[in-house]
């Protein structure tokens, strides 16, 4: 009868699983067939290494870790999530060897933390850093100037404070430091290196008494907005085109499935999306270049949040004979009707995961990451793999691209975590009413 069991509950799992994904192979060849007009038009941001998924839980789960339970990588994904969590303090060390398609000494590695003050208050903090390993500088005439090893690195505390029962807030601080070029010249013009402030902000509601059907579980709810901070210039006298830092808003929901005292299963969704401003649309036309669609980018740090929802330049109209563009009686220029919002859309990345853990002890991942093909064409599948003993644990994480040739495949994620002190319960009457 055991036996049983355990083969209905691991065919609805994999139906659970095959059904999500075949949802989203089929929201992604829809959408590709309404966007076949649209030009590539991607969004690029100053710092993007503190995007970088540094963890290999998540890694391996297609970056769907907003809502995932806590853990010391929740400094990176959602530090409102420390307060449920039921260990007292965790350290973890990742290592992520980057773009191993294209060269071998660039990685990524992070330290982070959190300490429970008690049932309404954590803290935790992180430090990450990326090596771009030995880059050779040169003049315009392709003479050796000199070997430099250009590196990143980013500061970051945070502060969970929970509201409720069920309800939890987080912030963090950053300092982030860029130094690409180690003060040489680049095209005629003298260099620094990049600085930042910035902050996430993030919600958490946790439902551990949820249900789908008779299944018992923990149903998590979490929104997050990542990278709040200045615009970052890397030349000594620039005064326009600094760039913004990669902010990100992402919404997440995840269901722990509680089978038994042995088997539990997690399904997180993620969707996420760049609250940066959609570069316009320009055009050499009577020898300059001209903005024909969409909205000058040049903007400050709130008025681009915001702007990002709706500046998408969309399909520039043109004459089917002549080629030439098509143009309004006020001058302004024809856009396709809907592929401003066509175009927004395309802007949401989304991403799913499972996880499956036998006994607290041993654990199975996948995901699917999908960003539209014109907009990064970042598309994914993950795998990977836990193993727990007592307060030692290790996490590996694999990355495989649906195309050839591209820089993130076969990329590996490794972690170790350590859990510091014992398991914490909490105590609803010191909860905030």
């Given at each position: 009868m055991r036996i049983f069991v355990e083969k209905l509950k691991i065919n609805m799992i994999k139906k659970i699983w095959t059904l999500g994904v075949f949802s989203i192979a089929a929201l992604s060849v829809s959408?590709?067939?309404?966007?076949?007009d649209l030009q590539l038009n991607t969004i690029t941001t100053a710092m993007p290494f503190v995007s970088i998924t540094p963890g290999s839980r998540a890694g391996a789960m297609g970056d769907a870790g907003t809502a995932l339970s806590a853990s010391s990588t929740s400094i990176y994904w959602n530090t409102s999530m420390l307060n449920f969590s039921e260990k007292k303090s965790e350290i973890s060390i990742s290592y992520t060897p980057w773009l191993r398609q294209l060269t071998n000494d660039i990685h990524l590695s992070y330290v982070a933390g959190y300490y429970k003050i008690n049932d309404r208050h954590a803290v935790g903090g992180a430090l990450r850093y990326f090596n771009l390993g030995e880059i050779t500088f040169t003049d315009d005439q392709a003479n050796i100037i000199r070997d430099d090893k250009p590196s990143e690195f980013e500061f970051t505390g945070g502060y969970a404070f929970r509201l409720a029962d069920r309800f939890s807030v987080g912030i963090n601080g950053k300092f982030i430091y860029s130094n690409l070029t180690g003060?040489?010249?680049v095209a005629g013009q003298a260099t620094k290196a990049g600085i930042a402030g910035a902050t996430d902000i993030s919600f958490t509601?946790?439902?551990?008494?949820?249900?789908?059907?008779?299944?018992?579980?923990?149903?998590t709810f979490a929104a997050t907005i990542n990278n709040i901070g200045n615009k970052v210039a890397y030349s000594t006298v620039a005064t326009e085109g600094r760039d913004f830092l990669p902010m990100n808003l992402k919404i997440g929901n995840a269901f722990v499935a509680d089978f038994d005292q042995y088997n539990s299963v997690t399904f997180s969704f993620d969707v996420q999306k760049l609250l940066v401003p959609t570069p316009p649309t320009y055009e050499l036309i009577d020898g300059e270049y001209q903005m024909i669609a969409g909205m000058n980018d040049n903007v400050g740090v709130i008025a681009g949040m915001l702007q990002s929802f709706y500046d998408a330049p969309g399909v520039v109209l043109t004459d089917e004979v002549t080629g030439d563009f098509l143009q309004n009686e006020d001058g302004s220029y024809q856009?396709?009707?809907?592929s401003r919002l066509v175009e927004e859309l395309t802007e949401i990345n989304l991403a799913a995961g499972i996880e499956y853990w036998?006994?607290?002890?041993f654990a199975l991942r996948g995901g699917f990451f999908f960003e539209?093909?014109?907009k990064g064409?970042?598309?994914f599948f993950n795998l990977g793999a836990g193993f727990k003993?007592?307060?030692?644990?290790?996490?590996?994480?694999?990355?495989?691209?649906?195309?050839?040739?591209?820089?993130?495949?076969?990329?590996?994620?490794?972690t170790l975590r350590f859990e510091l002190g014992g398991k914490e319960s909490f105590d609803p009457n010191t909860a905030p009413e």
């Open positions: 959408a590709q067939a309404s966007e076949q003060g040489l010249p509601y946790n439902n551990d008494q949820a249900k789908i059907g008779s299944t018992k579980g923990t149903y856009i396709k009707s809907g036998y006994n607290n002890t539209n093909k014109n064409a970042r598309q003993y007592n307060k030692f644990g290790i996490d590996i994480s694999y990355l495989a691209a649906l195309k050839r040739n591209n820089p993130l495949a076969n990329t590996l994620r490794f």
